[in-house]
């Protein structure tokens, strides 16, 4: 256990639904971030939240809307999602968005698949 | 462009030694993690290098040398448990975490 939580830890939807990833930690951090990992692929950085305020969107599709409405909740909202996003969706937590030791505690993911 | 290289996968004999070779090339650098990640599972911290040389912490051992911007992870005396992907990332000079696509380790009796 990590002190991170993901829900669902499995989701498949269809190209026209419209779901939410959830992700809660319980370690006090201030910083929240959403990650995609394709198979064989590099980490993605999605989003970054700090103390509540976005302070980084990697060009992400509109279709993914992040939603922070404290620094332990962290949500994903998905809408007319395509088959390429199909992947695992990883929230990670830290002290703080830059300096220092900062290490980043993951939660296990949630495994998304478009049809 | 930003890019962290690492092999693909390894095979290792249990009992053994195996190393983990990562270079990259950052806009700028604040430190260098290795994560190991068991398949399903999230990836867990190993080690934290920001100044040159050896970090060692029991089994696990990780290097390294800003100036040939290379790291890389040293596991000694293998264990099955091992098996896993183990991922190099770069933090840049935006202290964003710059990853690589991660070595699948493969530990064989």
């Known amino acids: 256990e990590t002190g991170v939580t993901q829900t669902p830890r499995h989701l498949v939807m269809g190209m026209t639904n419209k779901k939410s990833l959830k992700c809660e930690q319980h370690?006090?951090?201030?910083?929240m971030y959403w990650y995609k990992q394709s198979a064989k692929k590099p980490l993605e950085l999605m989003f970054v939240?700090?103390?509540?305020?976005?302070?980084e969107n990697n060009s992400v599709p509109s279709r993914f809307s992040p939603e922070c409405p404290n620094s332990s909740h962290l949500f994903l909202h998905l809408h007319t999602l395509q088959p390429e996003d199909s992947a695992l969706y990883l929230c990670?937590?830290?002290?703080?968005?830059?300096?220092?030791?900062?290490?980043?505690?993951f939660g296990p993911g949630t495994r998304l698949t478009v049809l | 462009g930003q890019n962290i290289d690492q092999p693909t996968e390894m095979t290792a004999t249990e009992g053994a030694i195996v190393q983990i070779n990562c270079t990259y090339q950052?806009?700028?650098?604040?430190?260098l993690f290795w994560y190991q990640q068991h398949a399903g599972e999230a990836p867990t911290f190993l080690s934290y290098?920001?100044l040159d040389g050896l970090e060692e912490k029991g089994r696990f051992s990780s290097f390294l040398s800003r100036s040939k911007g290379y790291s890389y992870l040293l596991l000694k005396e293998l264990q099955m448990k091992d098996s896993a992907s183990y991922l190099c990332?770069?933090?840049?000079?935006?202290?964003?975490?710059?990853w690589g696509a991660g070595t699948k380790l493969i530990i064989k009796p």
């Open positions: 290098n920001v």
């Open positions: 990670a937590s830290s002290q703080d968005s830059a300096g220092g030791y900062n290490e980043q505690f």
């Open positions: 370690l006090g951090h201030n910083a």
């Open positions: 939240y700090s103390l509540e305020e976005r302070v």
């Open positions: 950052t806009s700028g650098f604040n430190g």
């Open positions: 990332a770069v933090r840049d000079s935006n202290y964003q975490l710059i």
